[in-house]
């Protein structure tokens, strides 16, 4: 009955994410917002829902070990999972931005989220605040540095299509959006525990493996679809971009409203640096033949890495 729950509410998660993008979208094109803040703000914040709303109700819960294990998790299953499986597919080239700017973010943000764990075992208000803000100055850098740029992701997700739609239907869409990622993320954080509890495994690990996965499933729905047509839909920046916005947004977000114990002391003397290390990796992969590239054989090593990630998670717990 537990997994039952799980699969329901992770249903329900990618259902609602893809309504509040639509419905956003719509309500930004409606106000002439242009498609490259939209697609940096609106398209990001509504893609980081899921994974908002499950830290957010796991720390409301009491269960501070699956808010930070779904973070966490997920960055880890962004590039261990979903950018290895999509670089099997189809090579993935690495643009100036990510070396310049996106990949030195996630680093920043990586490491200062281990300090501010270790420093007080505990994210706060005012820790929260602080990433938050960070995402905010990201932002601002980020869009002032792409005008005039093609945004290539963005032509895929902002369909002119969407200003057409009536008021009352992005209404319709908000509510059953919202409705969705309540009960979607009260179920996955529910079933999570039950299945903790029969099994015996602690709530990071079913936090940091099958959450965290589930959480990224639309992440990896849309990297396989385009990697399989061929298409730029998916890039490696949009992936840190990702894994940015779960640490300055989700935690910091959700810092702000709850504070987040840390209580299994291994997601911060191992987790955290397994996500920090396969952030770090990226690096080298650049320099490596041929260089500016993942293709077949860095994501083989990509994703052999992360199912050795999964399988000590499980047994060393």
């Known amino acids: 009955m537990s997994l039952l729950w799980i699969v329901l509410g992770l249903v ?43 830290s957010l109700q796991a720390a409301l819960d009491g269960s501070p ?57 505990v994210l706060d208000f005012k820790e929260g605040l602080v990433l938050f803000i960070s995402l905010i100055i990201f932002l601002i850098i980020l869009i002032r540095q792409s005008k005039g740029t093609p945004v290539e992701s963005i032509g895929e997700i902002v369909d002119d299509s969407l200003k057409k739609i009536s008021n009352f239907k992005i209404i319709i869409w908000l509510l059953i959006g919202g409705a969705a990622l309540y009960f979607g993320s009260s179920w996955l954080v ?25 959480t990224s499933i639309p992440e990896l729905a849309a990297s396989v679809i385009a990697a399989i047509k061929q298409e730029k839909a998916i890039s490696l920046g949009n992936l840190i971009g990702s894994n940015i916005f779960n640490i300055s947004s989700v935690l ?25 290390g396969f952030a770090a990796i990226l690096i080298p992969f650049m320099l490596l033949p041929k260089r500016f590239e993942i293709g077949r054989l860095k994501g083989f090593f990509i994703l052999a890495a992360y199912m050795v990630f999964i399988y000590l998670t499980i047994s060393l717990d």
Not at 30 to 46: E, H, P, R
Not at 74 to 79: F, T
Not at 195 to 209: F, H
């Open 65 to 121: 070990d699956i808010a930070l294990g779904n973070v966490i998790g997920s960055n880890i299953a962004n590039i261990g999972l979903v950018l290895g499986i999509t670089a099997i597919i189809s090579p993935l080239t690495m643009s100036r931005d990510f070396y310049r700017l996106n990949w030195p973010m996630m680093m920043i943000l990586s490491v200062a989220l281990y300090f501010l764990l270790k420093s007080g075992q």
């Open 190 to 214: 529910f079933g999570a525990k039950e299945i903790a509890l029969s099994y015996g495994v602690s709530e990071r690990v079913i936090s940091i493996t099958m959450v965290a996965v589930g």
């Open 252 to 276: 910091g977000i959700t810092a702000m409203i709850h504070p987040i114990a840390l209580v299994n002391t291994k997601l911060l003397t191992n987790d955290i640096f397994w996500m920090i």
């Open 12 to 54: 329900l998660l990618v259902v609602g994410g893809e309504f509040l993008v639509r419905s956003s979208v719509s309500l930004s094109l409606k106000f002439n917002i242009s498609k490259l803040v939209i697609g940096m703000t609106v398209v990001s914040f509504a893609t980081s829902a899921p994974e908002l709303l499950v």
